[in-house]
């Protein structure tokens, strides 16, 4: 055991040293000037990459060829509809969470039922269905301009002594999907089924509802995020789900969670995102331009997977 | 050893150590044209290591390795294996499933390129099946995916013997006969001894000793890494054999296991279910507590019954009567049995970690309390059962699935060949368990494509064609009357 | 006979053909004056570059990796072409030639240190996208002459963009399908282990497919400045989608080096008659994308079916 525990540390533990690095780098040139304002702006653009970060990696966990590509047009969608329907009035905060809800839940079941009853390989699955569910926002959220109510940009922006409330909301949320990854039967389940679907099965394994389950965990932890994000930055955008592509998959792989399935953490998500945020921030720091801040971003995730996340040989 | 006697290849003091293991412990092997040598062992004894080290896929770390009077030892590899006119046929299928028979057959053959190719790589391993195999239904256009096991088999053994440019000297089988039915197996093995008596080398690496005794000139014996024994074939009986291998037990204690005492149908039925053919001659039925066997040719509907029943009982479905919960013992381990990243315990626990979830958590206490138990009933060889499963043998890795199924909750247990390249030891070890479990009214459902094991069940249904043929009474069988039913001719 | 017509395998293999001329017959149907020279050529001329790019794709998934960059890629190319393969040819051939072997070098990094491709090409997504800022910031520069003229060559009869993708479609088919390296590449899709137990370098098969797939990136780019005249950074990012969906439409499988270079020029022409089809039944572009991943789920869906039979 303490073997496999160093493994797992050794796969997490480098998503924090990048992150404490670069905060190093950027604060020792700025001589130290604002160099906590930038942790919490850090804590608070991560919170929303965690959210659908923790998604991503339950659907990765189960095996090679599953990820969910549908997660920005899920975003967008989410925080169009509950928009919408909440209207800028706090009354409506309850109606409108569950319609956000509502939105993932139906995207999930129609992201797996592609898969099982279709048999789409999921990757395709979810593109395909990130095409219909884009449309759908855009249809739908034609020169949205509305307001999120003042409750839900409250919360989402509040901050105590620093810190910012949603983080730490999202870091115990971090903590309970912890628990249930490494110590509940549908934990036990995606990780065993990450790593053999069909000895999965034959252990007695119900893979196909494990795998429903965390289709749909992946959307409506989207739409979540969609909802909360809105809140957050003063309203819906239809691209506003855009950049988690990228940074959904990014934090986890970089978070030490395999790509080839079966073996995941959490902590290295929150370590990978705030990495990310805190690299686009050292880099504006330095005064890059466009052209090289993508340039430099595109090559330290090359980079960081190169080092790290190199799977080890299987036999 | 002078370097022109025609000794095609030599090893002296070959040793290849995986960290603390050590797999080949200081090995002196010779192979002299026109012989076939047989290598037996337990799982773990060294034999598929050896191999590897005569392909030239694992370089030794020490010793010296001489082919055709040369020494070779720096700067032998598979390239250089292949030169010198030395070919494996791996127990793992190494056919490309993408690929058709003919161009799978190229990627054998780097000679093989230039206008026409396709044709050639396929009339050359057509004319290779032909000549081993007769009848053996395959076109060289077919998609390999497209075949079932055995007939991939009979491709990957036929490429071996098919050649270009280099001269072949040594073929080396390792359990070819796995996923081969009685009649391919022949089939094999007296092609192997032509080809021998003409001058072509093979060792034959397998676990039916039969095979061994019958058809190899030489046999050499491997245990913990070192040969503890080599003779002429004719020097060894399956007894001798067995003793050398270094087995406490030995084979006859099968035969006084027969005497079980079994009335049918005093107990109520457990299994019930037909094939999807519908051409039954007898329904399938198990009675609690009973060991019921599967038999008949390779792949003939046996897995796919198990499988029937296993989903009958998972999804509640009406296909066939299941009376309890099943659990299932997978033969292809590495595809259908082990989770490769977790722990012995973990491995074993998997299915019944239901019963061991305290206020919605799994508690790893009683997780390691049951790996432990399993370890010491059916003796799991190793330091620590929270290493990883791939630290085991193959032997030790089965009996980890078997302690899976042992463990749960199952009332009927049902298993899909589950021996397939298991040493002698572990079998006996497993067979005393099987029986143990039986009599404490748990149903056994055995596919098996030894003959030997058939003498555990009670009772055994014979499939031919994914129909059940015949359905024999512990009384009645033997194995003349199980290959007569495999091929019998329909009516 | 008709057995082996109504076949699985015949009826997977069909499948790619049978949807393009379905959709085709469709869009006869809505706008018959869509059914000539003019109009054809009209409706496929984008085909040329989405076909190549999807040929590049489906050199990637050959061997079982993915590609997400191929889009900002051929931005890339395309920046290049219209800048300093314009301004100064040896340069830009240079800086071409550059790209595929920067390909060939990460076909190498993901196999030396057997990376995730999904994630290193995504990552490498920016840097062609940040390379791309940088050589050309604005949208505009000029295509060089000679890519203008190979582009926009007339032929009778048959429109030039069908016949140019034929022409991709049969030399890469030969390449890949035909040649006897064709099927050890290929085999490394399908049994990686095997290829190498057979003693070919699986180092060389990634370089190759991975050069491959950049030398196609770089045609694709070329091809697409030289129908805009102009580029842009961002003019291909659809195109990462555009080259997985065609390689899927023609029927290649994402895994076990199962792929079809005629079926992915098919499929790259199907998803190029989508756009159009969906703008004669006066569509809402609005939902130009949403039909474009209904096509694709239709058309999977059908696959499913017919696997489903096989059993």
Known sequence: ?315 | MTASDGTIVSLENVAKHFGAVRALDGVDLRVDPGMCLGLVGHNGAGKSTLMNALAGILAPDRGVMKVHGHDLTDRYSVAVAGQNGIRCVFQELSLCPNLTVAENARIFHPSLTGWGWKRRAGDMIAGKLDEIFPGHGIQPDDIVGDLSIGKRQMVEIARAFTVTDASLHLVILDEPTSSLDAVTSKQLLDFVRVEVDQGLSCILISHMLGEVLDYCDRIVVMKDGLVVAARAGAEFNRDTLVAAMGNVVEMEEIEEHEAREWQRGKTPVAVEAKTDTGNDWAPFIAHKGEIVGLAGLAAHGQTRMLLKIYEAAMRGRKTATVSGPVALVAGDRQTDGIFHLWSISRNIGIRSLRGMVRRGLIDPVAEAAMGREWQDRIKIKTPDMNDNILSLSGGNQQKALFARALASDAEIILMDDPMRGVDVGTKLEVYDLIRDEAEKGRTFLWYTTEMDELYNCDHTYVFRDGAIVADLTRKELSEEKVLQSSFKESA | MLDALTSPRFLRAALPAASFAILLAAIFYVQPRAMSYFGMNLMLQYTVPIALATIAQMFIITVNDLDLSIGPFVGLTACIGATMLADTPLLGLVALAACVAAYAALGALIHLRNLPSLVVTLGMSFVWLGIAVLVLPTPGGTAPGWVKAVVGLKTPYVPYPIIAAVAIGLVVHLALMTSSYGAVLRGAGGNPRAIGRAGWSLLKIKMVMYSAAGFFGVLSGLSLIGLTSAADAHIADRYTLYAIAGVILGGGEFVGGRVSPIGAVIGAMTLTLTGSFLTFLKISPDWQIGAQGGILIIVLALRALINRREG
């Open chain 1, 1 to 315: 055991m303490t073997l496999i525990k160093q493994l797992s540390a050794k796969a997490w533990i480098w998503s924090f040293i990048g992150m404490v690095l670069v905060w190093l780098v950027t604060a020792i040139y700025t001589g130290g000037k604002g160099s906590a304002d930038v942790i919490t702006a850090a804590l608070s653009f991560a919170t929303f990459t965690v959210i659908v970060g923790i998604g991503q990696m339950f659907v990765i966990t189960t095996g090679p060829g599953n990820v969910d590509l549908s997660i920005p047009s899920t975003i967008s969608l989410s925080g169009a509809v509950a928009m919408k329907i909440m209207g800028g009035s706090d009354a409506m905060l309850i109606v409108g969470f569950l319609a956000s809800l509502g939105c993932g839940l139906a995207v999930g079941m129609f992201n797996y039922m592609l898969i099982r009853v279709l048999r789409i390989p999921p990757i395709i699955a979810t593109l395909s269905s990130s095409f219909l569910i884009l449309s759908t926002a855009i249809a739908y959220g034609r020169g949205l301009k509305i307001k999120p109510p003042p409750l839900l940009a409250d919360f989402t922006t509040a901050q105590v002594s620093g810190v910012p409330v949603l983080a730490v909301v999202i870091i115990l949320f971090a903590v309970v999907m912890s628990v249930v990854l490494n110590r509940t039967l549908y934990g036990r389940a995606v990780l065993a089924i990450g790593q053999n679907m069909r000895a999965a099965w034959l252990a007695g394994i119900n893979v196909e509802r494990i795998r429903f389950m965390t289709y749909v965990l992946s959307a409506v932890l989207a739409a979540i995020c969609g909802f909360l994000l809105s809140g957050f930055s003063g309203g819906a955008s239809l691209n506003m789900g855009q950049e988690y592509l990228l940074a959904s998959i990014a934090v986890v792989v970089i978070g030490g969670t395999s790509v080839a399935g079966g073996k995941a953490n959490i902590p290295g998500i929150w370590g990978a995102a705030m990495f990310m945020f805190l690299l686009v921030t050292m880099l504006n720091t330095f005064g890059a331009s466009a052209g090289i801040r993508l340039i430099m971003t595109g090559l330290i995730i090359v980079a960081v997977i190169t080092i790290a996340g190199g799977d080890e040989p299987q036999r």
